[in-house]
């Protein structure tokens, strides 16, 4: 065994305060990440699905919103009512388009 260990610096300048300092920008991703959905949030969405229950299904932010009383392919404004885990509940407030799907 050998009477000295070979220590690795500790001194790193990406967990430094040099880092904070920097003219580089920081790409670690912290920056990016999108502010989570809360209740009263007013959000534009185009539903593309429907559950079993009829209510339209739209993706936003990799989390899915569920809008009552919509149709598939049309874009609504919504106001964001209830946030579940990754589930979020919305009511219409304005119709931006109207389907171009004619159901029989």
Known sequence: MARHRRRKH????????????????????????????????????????MDDRGRGMAGYRGMRVIVFNSSVGSKYRVRIVRVSGNTAYAEILETLSESAIEYK
């Open 10 to 49: 500790t001194w790193n300048p990406y967990t430094s305060e040099i880092k904070r300092l920097s003219i580089y920008p920081d790409m670690s991703g912290r920056e990016r990440e999108e502010k989570p959905l809360k209740p009263g949030d007013v959000i534009e969405v185009i539903v593309n699905n």
